[in-house]
């Protein structure tokens, strides 16, 4: 079993912290919030003072945080982790960010001959908690096969996309393809109510039908049709409307740079974006159901 080192213990990091504590790693923790810390604790993980203590004499270091700035600040520059860690250490970085931002810090960590692997996830805090995500890897064979074992204590599809980087590119696609699903599910579901449809029995039909996807499968943005998902809980926890378009963001910047029409993800970054506006952005994205609403709450 590996010495690892977690930082960033969020809606996502905290259970996969967890996870890899029951999988039987010794696992040393680092986040800003202290109560997140303390959760962590609680689930038989270590604490540490900083992302350095946390990280110093581990096999394996992986971030899960929100945004590439944070990942460029744990890493780079004198006070980052890249400076101090062991030749032995590999570094996973789980977050969502720019493929740029994954190949500059795979590059900087090179030049130190450590290993790096882009890793991030699919599955949402659902699969975080079932230790069921999906890991879209980007790296060479060598880190991808170091990774897995270590992976497999959180996820249940372990995928190679390729060079660093290539796990980001996918990851990105994916979740454009995401609130493309999504926001098209609420549409359609307020158009049946619209028409006195019960939300729970078209989505079942939808659902067995040539409609069916994610949100509707898993996801159900409407409140109260389906149990322990965000739509139920007054659309606390889960996945940010700010972190979905952070995302959307990152796949229009590509867009741009690889001359990639992308019309559908275009109009549900602005959808995302017009919601985030409106004073939702710390809500899951499901809540996007609101804008399809007369009366928003
Ligand atoms: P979150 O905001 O819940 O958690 C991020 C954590 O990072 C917070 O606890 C914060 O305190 C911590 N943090 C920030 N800067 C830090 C630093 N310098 N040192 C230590 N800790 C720091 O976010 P999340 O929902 O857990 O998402 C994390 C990443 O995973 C994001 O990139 C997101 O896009 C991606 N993701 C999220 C989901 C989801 O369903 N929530 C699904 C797939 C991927």
Known sequence: ??????????????????????????????????????????????AADSAKAAAADKDCVITMLPAGQHVESVYLGEGGLLACLSQQTLVIDSSTIAPETARKVAEAATERGITFLDAPVSGGVGGAKAGTLSFICGGDDAAFERAKPILEGMGKNIFHAGAHGAGQVAKICNNMLLAILMSGTCEALALGVKNGLDPAVLSEIMKQSSGGNWALNVYNPWPGVMENVPASREYEGGFLVNLMNKDLGLAFDNAIKNQAAIPMGSLARNLFSLHAVKGNGTLDFSSIQRLFLESEH
Do not use: R
Request: proline letters at 2%; zero cysteines.
């Open 1 to 46: 079993m590996a010495k690892i080192a977690f930082i960033g213990l969020g809606n996502m990091g905290g259970p996969m912290a967890g996870n890899l504590v029951k999988a039987g790693h010794d696992v040393t923790v680092f986040d800003l919030s202290s109560a997140a810390v303390e959760h962590a604790v609680s689930e038989g993980a270590v």
